[in-house]
């Protein structure tokens, strides 16, 4: 693709997050032609831009690991974005919900790891073994297309979505929990509003971290220590309003949670 091309495509996106409004897919008009591989050049190039403008890189995010975000968002193969620095919520915390387009949360769990990990060939094993440690998460994702429609193309070009992320401070040994097994509500003032378990993301979150390695190994990246990582919604996202107060609990891996002003 036509480095102007790259540079036009993520200017879309990111303005579009900046100035918070809606955008149509990318793929509907502006370049119905968008691969996989295209998008994650212009997904590039919005990263950059962002690094340029001072923002740091938090943590890669993973996404459309599960079989509830491939449904409701009928995409249906794991993606890869970054959480940036000003995208962070500190536990407890507020949002304000001018800050967004239309967000939703969704349950997540995190991984720390103590040594990089280097594809391909990576597996589960090898995540469990570099892990320091795991916690609960919740991610906030504010999709710049109008009505959260995209292809698989118009998502990685808008950084997956990524919005918000806030980190748990319960953090545990990879060997204390189940994570397959571990379950998670997700609930807003006080009612259910999804449920899950960790064998949803993938089987295991940690293939999502093996993944990830295995796809940032094509561009000759690794996945780095020290970091932290949403290996992708437990559940189905669920839309926020102003006056929630949002709590995401795990078996055994504690709680998270965040109001909304
Ligand atoms: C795309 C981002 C997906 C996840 O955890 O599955 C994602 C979206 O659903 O808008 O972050
Ligand atoms: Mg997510």
Redesign the pocket.
């Known amino acids: 693709m036509d480095k102007h091309l790259i540079k036009e495509l993520a200017d879309y996106t990111h303005n579009a997050e900046k100035e918070k409004r809606e955008i149509i897919k990318i793929t509907a008009e502006l370049y119905p032609e968008l691969s996989i591989e295209d998008a994650y050049m212009v997904q590039e190039e919005l990263v950059k831009q962002k690094l340029e403008e001072g923002s740091k890189i938090i943590g890669p995010?993973m996404?459309?690991?599960s079989e509830a975000?491939m449904k409701q968002?009928n995409v249906d193969n794991p993606i890869y974005g970054y959480i940036f620095d000003y995208m962070v919520v500190n536990e407890g915390e507020s949002i304000s919900i001018d800050d967004y387009i239309h967000p939703k949360v969704?349950p997540?769990i995190g991984f720390v790891l103590s040594r990089d990990l280097e594809g391909p060939g990576v597996t589960a094993l090898d995540v469990l073994r570099a892990t320091e440690y795991v916690f609960p998460a919740m991610?906030i994702?504010d999709?710049r297309y109008e009505n959260?429609n995209f292809t698989l193309p118009d998502?990685i070009a808008d950084n997956?979505?990524a919005a918000g992320a806030v980190f748990g401070t319960s953090l545990k040994r990879p060997d204390a929990v189940e994570l397959d097994v571990v379950g998670v509500t997700l609930s807003i003032n006080g009612e259910i509003q999804a449920l899950g378990a960790g064998a949803a993301v993938l089987g295991h979150p940690a293939n999502s971290v093996a993944r990830l390695a295995n796809m940032l190994s094509e561009k000759g990246e690794k996945v780095k220590a020290g970091q932290p990582i949403l290996t992708?919604?437990l559940t189905a996202?669920v839309p926020l309003s102003p006056g929630d107060f949002v709590n995401a609990k795990y078996g055994g891996l504690g709680d998270v949670s965040f109001f909304v002003k």
Do not use: D, R, Y
């Open positions: 995010k996404g459309i690991t975000k968002m969704e997540e991610e994702i999709s959260f998502v997956t979505s992708g919604g996202a």
